[in-house]
C-alpha cells in the first residue's frame, strides 16, 4: 500500500488549508486513516483518525474544533481540513492507514502500518 500526502503550504495564521492523502490500497475501505504531524525538534504526534466508515472520527485536543478529517472510499482518499492555523501548527503531516483490528481510537503511530511521505505544512504569523 502506497500513501501519497500533499495539499501543504506556506499560509499566514488564521488561514485555511486541506491536505490530501491518495491511497493506492485495494481494500482502502478496510482502513482507518490518520494524520499525525511534526514539528522541528518534536517528536511526530498524532492529529486526527476516521473509521473506514467515515463515521467515527477522533481528535486530539490541540486541533478540536479547528480540523476535520475525512474521506471519500470511492476515489481513496483521506482529506484533512484545517482550519483557524496558527504558527504552531507549522509541522511536517503525514497521513497513514491501519489494518483494521477493531480497536479504536487509533492513536499511536506504531499501530498503523502504512505511511505517506509527508507534506510541509508552514504557519507564518
Known amino acids: 500500500v502506497q500513501l501519497q500526502a500533499s495539499g501543504g503550504g506556506l499560509v499566514q495564521a488564521g488561514d485555511s488549508l486541506r491536505l490530501s492523502c491518495a491511497s493506492s490500497?485495494?481494500?482502502?475501505?478496510?482502513?482507518?486513516m490518520g494524520w499525525f504531524r511534526q514539528a522541528p525538534g518534536k517528536e511526530r504526534e498524532f492529529v486526527a483518525s476516521?473509521?473506514?466508515?467515515?463515521?467515527?472520527?477522533y481528535y486530539a485536543d490541540f486541533v478540536k474544533g479547528r480540523f476535520t478529517i475525512s474521506r471519500d472510499n470511492v476515489k481513496k482518499i483521506a482529506y484533512l481540513e484545517m482550519d483557524s492555523l496558527k504558527p504552531e501548527d507549522t509541522a511536517v503531516y503525514y497521513c497513514?492507514?491501519?489494518?483494521?483490528?477493531?480497536?479504536?481510537?487509533?492513536?499511536?503511530?506504531?499501530?498503523?502500518?502504512?505511511w505517506g511521505q509527508g507534506t510541509l505544512v508552514t504557519v507564518s504569523s
Open positions: 476516521i473509521t473506514w466508515t467515515g463515521g467515527n472520527t
Open positions: 490500497a485495494v481494500y482502502f475501505m478496510r482502513h482507518i
Open positions: 497513514a492507514a491501519e489494518e483494521d483490528r477493531g480497536t479504536w481510537p487509533t492513536i499511536v503511530d506504531h499501530d498503523y502500518d502504512y
